[in-house]
């Protein structure tokens, strides 16, 4: 019973880290004149690159909302061979995060009146490892490459889910991160 409160508690504290939606942006920049985007090469990133993390069908759902969102913001895709006025780039971080749960256990009970009577009180600590997906979206002028828009947000990895509960989650994700595009 109190490993289930513990490990209740764990997930309720690590619930915290989701959804930590980070925008930055050139203030200088017009952003009503941007109309057109393209995809940056490689339009999809890796942190860590490593070959557990890439996925074709992955990059396929990042790609499509990303597509989705930009199209939903006003911006259309640049003509087939033709550099938008937004060049897209996202990037997928993988991150090992640990947290430290305490869970007491026992205690004594009345007063310092009456005296304490009970069991001992004891602590126990341990250390809780889980993975953090991070997206993150960055929007570069297209004529001279700097970032103007920068987004990402990050979401506890679960390996319990299916591919339509992985593109559901990729997909409000990208919603989150681009709701605040454009800057006002």
Same mark, same amino acid.
């Given at each position: ?13 690590? /619930? ?19 109309? /057109?985007?393209?995809? +940056?090469?490689? #339009? ?34 640049? #003509?087939?061979? +033709? ?59 297209? +004529?001279?490459? +700097? ?16 591919? /339509? ?13 681009? #709701? ?5």
């Amino acid at each position: 019973m109190f490993r289930r409160l513990a490990l209740l508690a764990v997930a309720v504290l690590l /619930s915290a880290c989701a959804n930590q939606v980070n925008h930055d942006f050139d203030a200088s920049r017009d952003f009503a004149a941007y109309r /057109s985007w393209s995809w +940056k090469d490689p #339009a999809l990133q890796y942190r860590p690159d490593d070959p557990r993390i890439k996925s074709d069908l992955t990059e396929q759902r990042i790609r499509q909302s990303v597509a989705d969102q930009l199209d939903q913001r006003g911006l259309r895709p640049a #003509a087939a061979g +033709k550099k938008g006025d937004l060049s897209v780039q996202t990037y997928l971080i993988v991150e090992q995060r640990q947290q430290q749960v305490t869970t007491h256990y026992g205690g004594g009970w009345g007063g310092p009146w009456n005296g304490y009577w009970g069991g001992p009180m004891y602590n126990e600590t341990r250390n809780v490892s889980y993975n953090v997906a991070i997206i993150q979206i960055d929007l570069l002028d297209g +004529k001279d490459g +700097k970032l103007v828009w920068r987004g990402s947000d990050e979401q506890m990895l679960s390996s319990t889910r299916n591919p /339509s509960d992985r593109a559901n989650a990729i997909r409000e994700t990208i919603g989150r991160i681009l #709701a605040n595009y454009p800057p006002k």
